[in-house]
């Protein structure tokens, strides 16, 4: 019977991974011009590592989490977000004691048990970083402008920054009233799934998908006209700063990120092309949970950038080199010679391909041209007799003798090997 991949899990085929290889490569690249170091993060948790940080009326905690007991009794969790680990790392490694602002960043899988579909799965993949260390506005928008270098660069052209505050331990929590205040009196033109979060997330009516609870949330207080004053100093400063920059941002005052663990910035990033999961990437400022998570009294900062959908958004794949050098023996007594040629020209570099000896020519040169050969090397019974190879340049359609022999120095046979190519082609020319 046939076994295909599980719902919301999928493979990514080569041609769909060099595209991620290049997103990857070049957040990689960027990051490091930023000073940020990489941190590989385990796939698995344990549960409470998420259900204490994310929060436990979030939706990833109450429904999404991939959560299984070890066969110990220890309830562990697939990673849903990097936030969590990179925190439980930095406590558990002390990493403050050596770098006191820590620049950190991960790309890997997350799980998430939600319903798939376009540009949603259940294993899906971030690239994210996170600032450990610092808590002025400066650093979060930096971290804001990172995003956008990162998108130029990949050539996305159509993102935009929603930005909010979300106040910090003195203001929301009057915010959180005025909220649940407003939320009892307007009971009746809420959902249910609102109804039941109000006394315990009430920041969640806000970004509530339903007509009905985005109607009504409408008239519902703004986290904005409650922010104590150091709140309000920072978000603005962090407008300013990105202003500076040339940052293309809005304020968006129902912003609130489904993670309980943000204060003051949070973020998402969205660009066209997506459909209705126009989400790039979202992130935020929070501290207060490294030292929820037993480490030192520091803020953080950070963002999670979807790589799915960063494929979907981004520019043109840069062309990849192509085939360089197929290698065609005839007959078995040639495989030797064509293995050892192939192995010997991979280690200058070039891109070979090396066939069975038992296929026929005809059938070597239709292989060589689906794959798009630059050369065909023919190792026959007179060219092993001769020990020099027989070429055919596919992209000049020309046949020349290769007067190099088989024995030569790689380096030298694969120059001479070009050289005759440009010869020959201009001879013709
Ligand atoms: P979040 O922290 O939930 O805002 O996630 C950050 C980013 O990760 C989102 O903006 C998406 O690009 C990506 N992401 C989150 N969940 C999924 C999913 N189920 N499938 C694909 N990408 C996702």
Redo the contacts with the bound molecule.
């Keep these: 019977m046939k076994i295909s991949a599980v719902k919301g899990f999928r493979d990514v085929l080569p041609e769909e991974s060099a595209r991620w290889s290049w997103i990857e490569a070049t957040a990689r690249e960027l990051l490091a011009r930023y000073d940020y170091g990489e941190l590989r993060i385990p796939i698995a948790e344990r549960s409470t590592l998420f259900s204490r940080s994310i929060g436990e009326t979030s939706d990833i905690v109450e429904k999404e989490m991939y959560t299984f007991d070890d066969r110990d009794g220890t309830q562990l969790s697939l990673r849903p977000?990097g936030t969590a680990s990179v925190v439980r790392a930095y406590v558990e490694h002390s990493i403050q004691v050596k770098e006191p602002v820590s620049k950190l960043f991960y790309i890997g899988p997350?799980f998430?048990r939600?319903r798939p579909q376009k540009?949603?799965?259940?294993q899906?993949h971030?690239i994210g970083w996170e600032v450990i260390g610092r808590d002025d506005p400066a650093i979060d928008a930096e971290v804001i402008t990172l995003v956008d270098d990162l998108l130029a660069r990949l050539g996305v052209r159509t993102a935009r920054f929603q930005l909010n505050s979300l106040g910090d331990g003195t203001c929301r929590p009057v915010y959180r009233e005025a909220l649940t205040v407003w939320g009892r009196a307007h009971l009746s033109e809420l959902c249910d799934n609102c109804r039941r979060r109000l006394e315990q997330n009430p920041l969640r009516l806000l970004d509530c998908k339903e007509e009905g609870c985005r109607a009504a949330t409408a008239s519902a207080p703004a986290m904005a006209d409650y922010l104590c004053a150091p709140c309000r100093a920072h978000f603005d400063d962090v407008r300013a700063i990105l202003e500076g920059e040339g940052i293309n941002f809005v304020v968006d005052p129902r912003l609130v990120?489904?993670?309980d663990y943000y204060c003051r910035t949070a973020f998402?990033?969205v660009a066209e092309g997506l459909g209705s999961?126009n989400?790039?990437?979202?992130g935020g400022r929070y501290d207060g949970l490294v030292k929820a998570a037993g480490g030192p009294d520091v803020g953080g900062v950070g963002v999670?950038?979807?790589l799915?959908?960063l494929a979907m958004v981004a520019g043109d794949t840069p062309l990849q080199p192509g085939l360089e050098i197929f290698i065609a023996p005839l007959g078995r007594d040639a495989d030797l010679t064509a293995a050892r040629l192939g192995r010997e020209l991979r280690s200058q570099g070039a891109r070979v391909e090396v066939e069975s000896g038992s296929r026929s020519l005809k059938s070597h040169m239709r292989r060589a041209d689906k794959l798009g050969a630059h050369y065909v090397l023919i190792l026959g019974e007179q060219e092993l007799g001769r020990r020099a190879a027989s070429v055919r340049d596919m992209v000049a359609k020309l046949d020349f003798q290769c007067a190099i022999p088989l024995d030569a120095e790689p380096e030298k046979f694969l120059a001479t090997l070009r050289q005759l190519a440009v010869e020959a082609s201009s001879q013709t020319a």
Excluded: P
């Design positions: 977000e997350m998430r939600e540009g949603r799965y259940r899906f971030q990120r489904g993670l998402e990033i999961q989400a790039v990437g979202g999670a950038l979807g799915e959908r």
